[in-house]
């Protein structure tokens, strides 16, 4: 009796960890170590009450007056609920629309994203961080890193692909951490098979590839494939203008040209860099799909032509010649999909399995230097911090010590 239940506990368990994608996951996403607040709770406090910083806050705008960053700061440091987000949420508007609005200090945003996460905002962190030139929200690389991790531990592959496309927006892939957090949210999101729009895919595509550019291996090569080729897509359809236009891209023609020739550098290096089976398979796609779009646009004549006009893209000769090139490119590809298979340099593993294998294998070796550098950067906030309130404190004694002698004079006037 107690061999069979033993035997259907272990089968249970190994049900749940083969079948149960989510839970093997979690185990290869930034540790609790990472994630853990007890460092940023632990450092020294400046209890405040919020409504008496908000009536301050009101009172200085009404005068049209600035508010300080050492206010703004105590009230996020501050919050306590999930009511108090929105207040937040407010001044930060408020304060970014001041003359003080480039004085917003880092710890601030990092504090602000924190209490999100904290309190069960993190559609408010989201909603801040994809309009930060309205709130000032500019977060560090180990912030970034918190927010990615919490949706890719909700599954919210989504949202976690639209934080990846604010760090491709700051060009902020510089932590190992980063890219591998990246990475591991656009393949999984791109497993979804979502259906997306042209600036989806544009956005989607320029993320792939920068953060591609900064691994020297399959999953590299692979995401610089799917993202060159995405932005060759977005040139086809909608001309170069629209691929580069707020976007920290080369402006220069030839997107899916730039997709063959990674193909062609995966077929020259060493044997262990390979391209996945599954993003050839993507690309042929895509270029079926483009293929038979230039055949619709050839049929429709200038009815489409009207349609492209009415849309606003100004696709122009350039654009045009680059379009020309499509037959061409389809039979490159088909030219270097052979030559990779026959090299031996498809892997058959999929995208999505070779970027979990990437955080499995690299994530824990690439926390540590962040931990080190966030615990400096920590001590620096709180040194900083210490000085502003010193000064704000120098500023108040010398304003008292005016006023004391404005009515001593005022006094004497009266006498």
């Not at 700061?73 to 306590?80: E, K």
């Not at 890719?152 to 932590?175: P, R, S, T």
């Not at 995401?223 to 080369?250: C, D, S, W, Y």
């Not at 349609?307 to 490119?329: F, I, M, N, S, T």
Request: hydrophobic residues 40%; charged residues 25%; aromatic residues 8%.
């Amino acid at each position: 009796m107690a061999a069979s239940v033993l035997q259907r506990c272990l089968a249970l368990a190994v049900k749940v960890n083969c079948k149960s994608p989510g839970f093997t996951a979690r185990r290869w996403l930034l540790s609790a170590a990472y994630t853990d607040n007890k460092l940023w709770e632990g450092r020294e406090k400046d209890p405040q009450n919020l409504a008496v910083l908000a009536s301050i806050m009101d009172r200085t705008y009404d005068r049209k007056l600035a508010v300080s960053s050492l206010t703004v700061s105590r009230f996020v440091d501050n919050i306590s609920s999930r009511e108090e987000i929105d207040q937040a949420e407010y001044y930060l508007y408020k304060f970014r629309h001041s003359p003080n609005c480039w004085y917003l200090r880092d710890w601030t945003v990092h504090s602000w994203i924190r209490q999100c996460l904290k309190y069960g905002a993190k559609d408010k962190a989201l909603h801040t961080l994809t309009n930060k030139v309205q709130y000032g929200i500019f977060p560090d690389d180990f912030t970034f890193n918190l927010l990615i991790d919490s949706y890719i531990k909700d599954e919210d592959f989504k949202n976690a692909c639209a934080v990846v496309e604010e760090v491709m927006l700051q060009e902020a892939f510089d932590l190992p951490s980063t890219q591998i957090l990246s990475l591991y949210a656009l393949g999984n999101y791109l497993a979804t098979k979502p259906q997306l729009t042209v600036a989806e895919e544009r956005a989607l595509g320029a993320s792939l590839l920068l953060v591609g550019l900064k691994q020297d291996n399959t999953v590299g090569f692979t995401a610089q494939l799917i993202g060159n080729a995405l932005l060759g897509k977005v040139e086809m359809l909608k001309g170069i203008h629209t691929v580069f236009r707020g976007m920290p891209l080369i402006w220069t023609h030839g997107y899916l040209d730039r997709a063959l020739a990674v193909m062609e550098r995966a077929a020259a290096v060493p044997a262990d860099v390979k391209i996945c089976k599954d993003t050839l398979d993507f690309v042929n796609d895509l270029l079926q799909d483009l293929s038979s779009a230039s055949d619709s646009d050839s049929s429709g004549g200038e009815e489409s032509d009207g349609e492209d006009r009415k849309d606003g893209d100004a696709v122009d000769e350039d654009d045009q010649a680059e379009q020309a090139k499509l037959p061409h490119y389809a039979s490159r590809f088909k030219e270097l999909s052979s030559q990779l298979e026959a090299v031996g340099k498809v892997d058959a593993a999929s995208f999505q399995a070779l970027v979990s294998a990437l955080a499995q294998q690299s994530l824990a070796a690439a926390e540590k230097p962040d931990l080190e550098q966030y615990e400096s950067r920590m001590q620096a906030w709180e040194a900083e911090n210490r000085q502003l309130i010193q000064r704000e404190k120098e500023m108040r004694e010398k304003a008292e010590q005016e006023r004391q002698v404005r009515l001593a004079a005022k006094a004497a006037q009266q006498m």
